[in-house]
């Protein structure tokens, strides 16, 4: 009886990985025939070995996590991680097979990609891979294309020793598509080790679900492969604070040095936001521990000798220090900014226009926390594909909005783990002011430098999910009341700048004032009726 128990334990341990090869045999050749427009499977061996190498890293990740005593991972979180690659395959077949057909024809569109960005660092990439050059040339040339360096890298390593003779573009999106799901497994490990299992299983839909992260996985974009290093960072970050773990430690250093070839400001941004959560989760008393100073002089060597020898790839000409560095940056950020207003609408033309120069970057600013904005996707006159994304996109965004901004409010009342929080608020606010800061308020820049901070937005909306239920809060839905009236008073508007209908007010301030002024009319009436119900209930008593 033990025998057979042993060979049925035996066979519930494999079945997974047996069951896991043959839908990858199934996938690789469904992929080529795809890649090849529907004629063949001739390289459907190329997509074997991507996809077992790619499916390998995602059971490398599960082991991982299945291997911390704290946690125990459940069994739908591993069909939520495979369900979030498959998610974000697909997305880029769609990308890959109908934007040719469905779009407006740009080159890039034809060329099956639904970002620029992607499209001119495949094909370098994949021009390097053919090339005699040896691939670590990606950090040295063409900083137009990847100023990092990274992303052309390692797609260049993919082509040239995974891929066939022709550029076969949903190669890559295997890779990014497998790796940006893995964000939904350490997202989880990280929420469930900070809030429990209730929150982190919230936590890790929305890591699977979010518009943005889904288009990110599933092009050719650095930020797949942020998102995911990001939540492996957070999750050994709270391993080691909570356990004092070693590979806690190994988990938050090596994610961070791992981005550094995609993207040495982002990671830079994000140890900044480590030392305040670290702060926070001890409850400020890592500052008087001499060993958090070791460690986090330990990180930033390790991550000035990784910007040192890469120098020449991040830091343009003519900037020879770490201070210059950050001046340029925040001058090419105005700058960008600059650009962004003369290439957009009217509307932001005329405002800046109208408003003093001051103004200019916060106006800027609070129009990039808003994008994608609801109203406008609503009421977009583009072809059918591209207005469903910005609907999409903008659904999403609209309702993860509410609760991160309901987060500072339930602050008031919260009495456990108030620092804890008050840090996660911090540094997911940090994150979104930045990514608005850098991009000028732009459509698509905005939300990708945004998104890579998926894990910690996800975890703060988890926690004022809860809070709001455990601790009967009205805030949130207050929040959520408030944001759908202005939203709502902006459809108007939007329809007048159309020419659909006659209405009175055409200036955003004055729109922006009617909402603002709805609300407070609204909660002033409630809190009246509140006070005179609660008055009646107590004469009655």
């Not at 001058?331 to 960008?336: G, L, N």
Request: aromatic fraction near 14%.
């Amino acid at each position: 009886m033990n025998n057979q128990s042993q060979t049925e334990s035996r066979g519930n341990q494999y079945w997974p990985l047996i069951t896991g090869g043959l839908l990858i045999i199934v996938l690789s050749m469904l992929m080529a025939w795809i890649s090849s427009g529907f004629t063949s499977v001739q390289y459907w061996g190329n997509y074997l070995l991507i996809s077992f190498v790619s499916g390998g890293m995602m059971y490398g990740g599960w082991l991982a996590i299945k291997a911390d005593n704290s946690l125990n991972p459940p069994r739908w979180l591993a069909w939520l991680v495979i369900g979030a690659a498959v998610l974000r395959l697909t997305a880029g077949v769609i990308w890959y097979t109908g934007l040719p057909s469905w779009g407006y024809g740009s080159d890039v569109e034809i060329g099956g990609y639904i970002m620029a960005d992607a499209h001119v660092r495949d094909k370098a990439a994949w021009e390097l891979a053919q090339s005699n050059n040896q691939l670590i040339s990606a950090f040295g040339v063409n900083r137009q294309v990847d100023q990092y360096g990274g992303m052309v890298y390692l797609s260049g390593l993919v082509y040239r020793y995974l891929g066939g003779e022709y550029h076969q573009p949903l190669q890559m999106i295997v890779i990014t598509a497998a790796i940006s799901s893995m964000a939904v497994l350490f997202g989880w490990a990280f929420v469930s080790r900070l809030w429990g299992s209730r929150a982190a299983k919230i936590a890790a839909w929305i890591l699977v679900l979010f518009p943005d992260a889904v288009i990110l996985g599933s092009s050719q974009m650095r930020e797949a492969f942020l998102m995911t290093l990001i939540a492996s960072a957070l999750y050994g970050l709270v391993r080691y604070v909570q356990d004092r773990s070693r590979l806690g430690l190994v988990w938050l250093v090596a994610s961070i040095l791992l981005m550094l070839p995609f993207s040495s400001p982002i990671a830079g941004v994000f140890l900044l936001m480590i030392i305040i959560l670290a702060l926070s989760m001890d409850g400020w008393q890592l500052l008087r521990q001499t060993r958090f100073w070791l460690i986090l002089a330990g990180i930033a060597l390790v991550a000035g000798i990784g910007i040192w020898l890469a120098w020449e790839q991040i830091a343009p000409e003519g900037i020879n220090n770490p201070v210059a560095l950050v001046v340029w940056w925040f001058q090419e950020s105005a700058r960008w900014q600059a650009y962004f207003v003369k290439r957009s609408s009217q509307l932001i033309r005329r405002i800046i226009n109208t408003t003093p120069d001051w103004v200019n970057t916060p106006i800027l600013i609070g129009y990039g926390v808003l994008q994608p904005f609801l109203p406008g996707a609503l009421l977009d006159q583009g072809f059918p594909i591209w207005k469903g994304i910005a609907i999409w996109r903008s659904v999403g965004w609209t309702l993860m909005l509410p609760f991160l901004l309901a987060a500072p409010l339930l602050l008031i009342r919260l009495q456990e783990k108030r620092r804890l929080v008050t840090g996660l608020a911090i540094v997911v606010w940090m994150g979104i002011l930045i990514a608005a800061f850098r991009s000028g308020g732009d459509l698509w820049d905005n939300p990708r430098y945004r998104v890579v901070f998926i894990s910690l937005q996800a975890g703060l909306v988890a926690w004022v999910w809860y809070s709001q239920r455990d601790n009967k809060n009205p805030w949130l839905w207050r929040v959520i009341l408030g944001l759908a009236i202005i939203l709502a008073w902006f459809i108007p508007w939007y329809l007048q700048r159309n020419d659909l209908i006659i209405w009175p007010f055409d200036n955003v301030f004055e729109t922006l004032g009617l909402g603002l002024v709805s609300v407070i009319i609204l909660f002033f009436g409630l809190y009246l009726w509140g006070r005179r119900k609660r008055g009646k209930h107590s004469e009655s008593e």
